[in-house]
Each structure stands twice: as C-alpha cells, then as structure tokens.
C-alpha cells in the first residue's frame, strides 16, 4: 500500500506527453518536440570549461551545506547589477536544481491547512509540492484577453489568516508573460510574503523582467541556471531568503541533500561572470523562434490575444475547435507526430488551451506547425 501522500499526487502530463513521444520515436517514428520546457542548446563552453577544471583539481568532495561562498557571492552581485537590489550570502541557499529549493520552502512555511495563492494557470508542479506537506494551493484565475495579469483585487478577496505566502511566476510557465511592475508592487503591498519564481529571468524579449525584491524584502526567491544558461542537466537552483529562515532551511538540506554538487557549483559561478554573451546569443534566437510561433499559431487558427515576451511558451487557445485539452493533444500527437502540453496540465482555468515551446530548432518549430495546420483541417474541416 502506498501512502495517500504519494497516492493522490497529480501526474505532470507533459512528461506523460514526452515519455509517449520517445516511446513513439522508439518505434522509429518521427516526432517533433514542442511539448518540452527544455533549451535546445549546448550549456556555453565556459561554464563547461569551468566544471572541468574543478573535476581535474579535485574539487569532487561536499561543500558547504548552504552552498560555495564564492557562486553565493557572484548571485549577490548579479542581483545588485541586473536589479540594483542588495542582498548577502548568508541569504542564499544553493540546491540541486529548484525544485529542492521549493521543497525546503514549503517544508518550513507551511503547516496543515495553511494556504498559499496561486495564479490559474500555474507550473503544474505548484499545486503538488504545497499539498505535499498539507497545504492548500487558492487558486486565482488570470485571463488571456488581460494578459494572464493577477490583480490587487481578485488576491485580496482570496487571502485569509491562513495565507502564508502569494506566489508568482514572471515571466510565466505556461503562459509566458510577464508581470507587470505597478502589479508587482500592489502585491508586495499586501504584507504576506511574495514567493516569486525568477527561473525564467534572462529570457525576456520586450520590456524588462523585475525581481521581486525591487519592492519588498518580505519575500522568497526562487531561481537557478537551468533555463537562461542552458543547463537543465546540471541540476543547479538557488532559494534567496530572509535571514530568519536561513537556518532552518540549512538543517533540511543537511539532512536530505547533504550539498549541491561541488564541481557544479563551480559552473554557476561562470555562468553568472562569463556567459553573459551566450545568454544574449540564445535570447536573440529564442525570439525569432518566438515571433515566428505567434505569426503561424493565429494564421492556423488558434488564439493569442496577448503576444507573451518571455520564457520560451505560447500558449494556443483551441476553445473554437476542442474543449478537450488533454484528449486533443495526444490525439495530436498519435496523428500529426507533433507533442504538445494541454492546458489541463496548468489548472482548471488553462482548459481550452494548449502550450507550445520553442526551445526547439526553427526547422523544427516550421515542420510542427505545418503538420498542426494540417491535422486542424482534417479533424475540424475548417
């Protein structure tokens, strides 16, 4: 018998998604990938570099449990000069990848029934880690034709004395928008602490990205070197905190990641102080990729009312031809040999769309589109 913790746990479909797709291409069939959240490019030589150089000096051992002082040091100072915000080391826990960063927060700030607010649509795993340790996620449905916007108001309304915290995510999985700064502030305002997920940060096209920590110290921030930096594989996050919650979060780590990878670590200290050109060498193709998407998405049918600026999503609205997220994209993928996530995947209020990524090649993307053009005309004659 598994536990009910483990047994009511959501599925993340887009990995459902991509598993019966590698299946499929197992089979030798050709499948094109827009399912996926994953860069499509080589982590920049630098930090490669870097990371061998440790492994050849011998840097293979266990580091400090909150992380090298020295890749603390360079977070501190790209958050000075990208956000002119002045943060510390002893603020800054190092993890393997984010998600452990997520999970040491919620361990420390929730207890049964405490609640978090959360946007609808979210990343799909939010709702998943807060009931974890037996909160509960208060969804607030954002819209398309307002740009996926959370407002002042409608957080307001949700908020008890459970509310441990609001958490946002800008720019946004799925949606890839960004939040803007005036609603930042309101939300800042509301003096519960913001968690703000700044995975995406580097990834921006229009406009500029905003750390929470612009507006108010009463927050946690979480982010790491998986998107901007091409390294998804490296397993490398970081978790920005108020000092009082330092400790606490340190005795989890020791006992259940011990540390961050040592050589790793060493990685993301290059990555924050040399690649800074490789960034802007993804970006600018990202969003010819970006702007390519939107133009062929509306021209075949779906809906983008709101042109999203960063990350690498676009959510399609297919509400005229499916209300049927979930059976729709595995039926696109079983007919067009195209993956897609449906909206599904992201809450309640994402059904009726589906999210396309274009951490892919632009060959790639063409192909993918054409076969979704083509299999949209056979099954809905339109």
Sequence with gaps: MTTKRASEILPFIVMDVLEKAQEMQRRGEDIIHLEVGEPDFDT????????????????????????????????????FNKYNVTI????????????PAMLVLFAVIL??????????PHYACYPNFIRFFEGNPVCVNVYEEEGFQYTFEAIKEKMTNRTKGILINSPSNPTGNL??????????????PVISDEIYHGLVYDN???????????????????????????????????????????KLLQNL???ANSFVQRGGIAALREAGSD?????????????????????????????????????????????????????????ARVGV??????GKNCEGYLRFSYANSLENIKEGINRLEKYIKETYNV
Aim: net charge neutral; charged share 25%.
């Design 257 to 259: 990641f011990i540390s």
């Design 279 to 335: 960034v802007i060498r993804m970006r600018n193709i990202y969003n010819e990729r970006r702007k390519f998407l939107i133009k062929r998405l509306r021209e075949i049918g779906l809906g983008v009312k709101v042109e999203p600026t960063g990350a690498f999503y676009v959510l399609g609205n297919i509400k005229s031809f499916s209300q049927d997220s979930y059976k729709t994209a595995f039926d696109i993928l079983e007919k």
């Design 179 to 192: 939040l803007q700064p005036d609603r930042m502030a309101e939300i800042a305002s509301l003096g519960v």
């Design 44 to 79: 920049p030589e630098c930090i490669r570099e870097a990371c061998c150089r440790a492994m050849r000096s011998g840097e293979t051992h266990y580091t400090h449990s909150l992380g090298l002082l020295e890749l603390r040091e360079a977070i501190c100072e790209h958050y």
């Design 208 to 250: 500029k990205e905003h750390s929470i920590l612009e507006f108010t110290d009463n927050a946690f921030v979480l982010n790491g070197f998986s998107k901007a930096y091409a390294m998804t594989g490296w397993r490398l996050g970081y978790l920005i905190t108020p000092k009082q919650y330092i400790r606490p979060i340190q």
């Design 341 to 346: 996530t449906p909206g599904i995947d992201f």
């Design 88 to 99: 510390s080391p002893d603020q800054i826990v190092v993890t393997s990848g984010t998600s």
């Design 111 to 120: 207890e049964n029934y405490d609640e978090i607010i959360i946007s609808d």
